[in-house]
């Protein structure tokens, strides 16, 4: 075994399903994956897949992947330990939730461009079930989301927390004292998707309050929670931080409701753990940095 691009082979046939997937993810010819592994069976004397519609490892494949992910595993360690960052070269694919990015996308990928200058970016901003999905099945390499992913591929870290308001229009002339859910039915509230956690989270403190007439709409976008909110078709239930231009120009306003408390936003961080998971840790930590988060 010469080199630690066997094991990574056995690696990405072994997650991807397929030697046809990992030619792909290698940038490589299905004939160069069936020769580097037909290579390392011959060399370790056993063999590693079971070959059929969709390859399974063997007993002995199962056996060297563990070993397999130890030694990528370490290598990347250290790489994190020695390598340049400014001599990487790359392209990284950020997934991210729209509150993150009027916050901190603009920092760093600012901070990026400075520590890691031969990096491409390619941004996707979107929901957080969404974001799930994409960096699980590989369609993106750093996810920076409401929650965390529940998978073991993936590590997932803090990143920062942001507390979520009541946004209205001044012109519904609410009043300045702080209200009851109740005075607040004759308006839909918007807030994010029904998909989402948050909104999950909503539905049962409204259930919980028991006040009858509340219509909680949905939107994936904040901004549209602002627009709307500004125009007085409904109240927007959404992060402070992302309404803090609307506020201080006074075309929203804060209101105070007693009887519901809303919990905070906590945002993480993730990425799969994998052979080149290199650049998405010092990305990750980058972007823990500008956060404040603490370890």
Known sequence: MRDLRSLETVIWVTRLGGFRAAAAKLNTTQSAISARI???EQELGIRIFQRGQRVTLTAEGTALLRYAEQMVDLREEMLRAIADPAAMRGLLRIGLSETLAHTLLP???ERIGVALPGIVLDMQVDITPSLRNSLAAGHIDVAMLAGTVADPRVVNQPLCSYPLGWLASPALGLPDRPVRLAELTRWPVLSFSHDTEISAALRRSFAAAGVPGVRLWGSTSIATMAE??????????????????????GTLRLVEVEDIALPPVDFHVSYLRKPDSHLSAIVAGLARDLAGAAD
Do not use: F, K, Y
Not at 230 to 248: F, H, K, L, Y
């Open 38 to 40: 037909g290579q390392l």
């Open 107 to 109: 920092r760093l990928v």
């Open 228 to 249: 709307l909110a500004q125009a007085g078709v409904c109240i927007s239930v959404m992060q402070v931080v992302a309404a803090e231009r609307e506020i201080a120009a």
